[in-house]
């Protein structure tokens, strides 16, 4: 089936979130804030995060990610609070094949709100989305081995661990070799 036909929904929901596609003007504001709010610890772990970006970067940025989420390249959602709609983090759905199809979640959170279980909850629904609504067989999670942080939420999960990959990477800022842990589910 071409991929282009998937009837997919730009906003997913959990008990405390709401996922939504980046689709309106002024996202790259918020999102730009809570990569300020947060940019240290991103740093340590995500290339995108060496240098700060301006707004009208990160506007691009969101813009680029809905394109490819129109043409179904990748699934990016932003996620926030039910509640109040204070800006938690994203997740998406990256690397797609569809000859497979599988793909890998990516996902970072705004530090001021770690530690409260809301990545685990968007990745959960995510994943869901990903092998029972748009039919993947298979969803990776891949993240640097001393990311312990990252590593927990596959775990939480359920993902399957199928290994390290040693010195399969380079550290966020590129100056060392990392290993790679690989996790995943399939249908």
Known sequence: MNPLKLNVPT????ERLILRAPHQTGDGKIVN???RDSFYELKAWL???QEMPTVEETEINLRNAHIKFLSRES???????K???????TTSLQGI???IPKCEI???V???FSGNGYMTEAVKKIANFGLNTINLRRIEIRCESTNLKSRAIPEKLGFVFEGTLRQDDLSADGSKLTDTCFYSKIK
Do not use: M, V
């Open 11 to 14: 906003q997913l929901e959990t």
């Open 33 to 35: 804030q809570a990569i």
């Open 47 to 49: 290339p995108f995060a």
């Open 75 to 81: 699934f990016r959602f932003l996620i926030f609070d």
């Open 83 to 89: 509640d109040n709609y204070d800006f938690i983090g």
């Open 97 to 99: 094949d569809w000859d």
């Open 106 to 108: 990516g996902y970072w």
């Open 110 to 112: 705004n530090t001021k």
